[in-house]
Every structure is written in structure tokens, then in C-alpha cells.
């Protein structure tokens, strides 16, 4: 097992693996794989079906629970009264322990939506979770959450890519002490197409992801690509040890436009802000 040195945000690691759409043998190998290259952030969620697979490679990495940070989430068919706390003593039956960090993964229901948050903190109050945060919220869902929960919420976790421009999520992140995490970080490939990507990552010598991975964490922001190669694994690791020059960053960030999103369900029209 190799150690590496690995900056953290709200005790947060910066770099994760993700671990969508894979199951059964694939996570186990993938998340054993980054374990062994020394991530020590995983994330999961109850809608991915494979938390249980997961928990299996947590317990035969002979790591400490301790030693590795879970993130998990509570899926939008169980955020209601009647299945929030079962489905998550569920999650933490089949990931061997409370998770590291707990997130309510889309938005709730206008209506539902300080009474669920309200269940998020029952759940770290019983020792479900060592903490708590959101995901897909946009800046006034995020604002209006960390109201209720009173300044508890730790991470939002969004689509974070150049093709998106979630300047307004990150300024309404810094302001309400919320970390965000960028997932499809890679745009799920997109993001590494335009020239701009292209002729950077050929001036440094490096592969476009990497440059792509910089830009994100450079500004302060968690990134957990999903992979099952080592080799890419080990690339994206290689993304926390260099620096992009002010004008490149300001390139990049150019690319954004407000609709740039990989992830848009139909539920979520007209709610993003
Ligand atoms: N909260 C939410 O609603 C939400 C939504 C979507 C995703 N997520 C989470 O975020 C994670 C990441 O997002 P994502 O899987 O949608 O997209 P992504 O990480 O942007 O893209 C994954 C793709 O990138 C490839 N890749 C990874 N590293 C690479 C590298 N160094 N060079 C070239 N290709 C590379 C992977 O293929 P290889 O396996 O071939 O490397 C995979 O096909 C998910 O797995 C999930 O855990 C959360």
C-alpha cells in the first residue's frame, strides 16, 4: 500500500475515486486498485446499487476503517419520513460503519425540504454519519440548507467540469463554509476536447485530464473522478503536484456556459438557479 501525501478540505481528501455506474467485480476491483495507489476517498450511494460491493473492498483492503474517508447518499425515493433512517442503517450494514461523510443526493421536494434535512442531522446525531452535507443543490437550495441545519453541512457535491460555469455555486459555497466536490469531473471525456484543453495539455506535456483535474483542484475544490485503470488512476493522482499559470486557469474557466451540464434530469428543470 503506498501512502500519499493528500491535502484535505473540511477533513475532506481532495482527490477520490468515484465509483458510478460500476458493480460487483468491477468496484471491488477499482476501489481495491485506488487503495492500493493510496486514495483513501471513496464515494457511493444507495442509488448506485453497490455499496455492499464496496464495503467488501474496504474490509479486504486490511485498512483501517479509519484510515479511509466514505462518502454516501441517501437516495431521492428514501429522503420521506417512512424510509430516510432505514435506508441509511441500511447503507451502513453494507459499508461496514458509518459513513465518513452523508449526503442527501437531489434536492427534496420544496414542501419536504426542511424537515429532510432535519432527518440528515438525526442520522449524524445518532452516529450514522461523522458528517453531513448535500448534493445537487443549487445556491439558494444550499443557502436555505445551511439555515436549517445551522451551519452543519460540510460539502456539496455538484457537476464540476470547464464546459459548466458554476462560478455562482462556488461563491455561494465560500460563503456558506460549505465545501463543494465536483463530480463527472472529466466531463465523463467531454471536458477534454476543446483546443483550449488540447494546447495546454501539449505545452506541459501532460495528458489533457490531468490539466483538467488541475483546474479543479487548483481552486479549491474536491474532485472525484471514476476510473478503473491504474494507469489513469495514477494520472489523476499526478494532478495534485503541479500548477497552472493564472492565464491558463482563466482560459479554461472561459470555456464554462450555464448550460454545459452532462447531468440534467427532468425533475430538475427550472430549479438549478
Ligand atoms: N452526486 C451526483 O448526483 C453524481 C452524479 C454523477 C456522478 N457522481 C459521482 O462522480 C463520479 C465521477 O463522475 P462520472 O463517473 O460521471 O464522470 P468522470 O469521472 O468525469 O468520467 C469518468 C470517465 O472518465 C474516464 N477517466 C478517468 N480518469 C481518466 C484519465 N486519467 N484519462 C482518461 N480517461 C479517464 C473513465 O474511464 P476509465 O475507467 O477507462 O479510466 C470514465 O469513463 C461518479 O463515479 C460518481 O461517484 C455523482
Known sequence: MTSIAMPKLKGIPQLGLGTYPLRGED?????????E??????DTAQMYGNEADVG?????????????????????SNLGKAHFASSVARSMDDLGG????????????????????????????RGM???IGVSNFSPSMLRRAQMVAG???????????PLLDQSKLLAAARETGVALAAYS??????????????????????????????WIIQQGVIAIPMTTKRENALSNVAALNFELSPEDMAAISALGTR???TINPSWMAGRWD
Open 129 to 131: 454519519a461523522n458528517a
Open 259 to 261: 448550460d454545459g451540464r
Open 37 to 42: 495507489i493510496g486514495l483513501r476517498h471513496i
Open 151 to 161: 451551519g452543519s453541512l460540510i460539502c456539496n457535491q455538484v457537476e464540476f467540469h
Open 56 to 76: 467488501t473492498a474496504l474490509r479486504r483492503s486490511g485498512l483501517a476503517r479509519s484510515e479511509i474517508y466514505v462518502v454516501t447518499k441517501v437516495d431521492p
Open 27 to 35: 468496484v471491488i476491483g477499482a476501489v481495491s486498485m485506488a487503495l
Open 98 to 125: 458509518p459513513a465518513d461523510l452523508l449526503l442527501i443526493h437531489w434536492p427534496p421536494s420544496d414542501d419536504d425540504f426542511e424537515a429532510t434535512v432535519d432527518r440528515l442531522i438525526t442520522e449524524r446525531a
Open 185 to 214: 469531473p472529466l466531463a465523463r471525456g467531454k471536458a477534454l476536447q476543446p483546443n483550449v484543453i488540447q494546447d495546454i495539455a501539449i505545452r506541459l506535456g501532460r495528458p489533457a485530464s490531468e490539466i483538467v483535474l488541475r
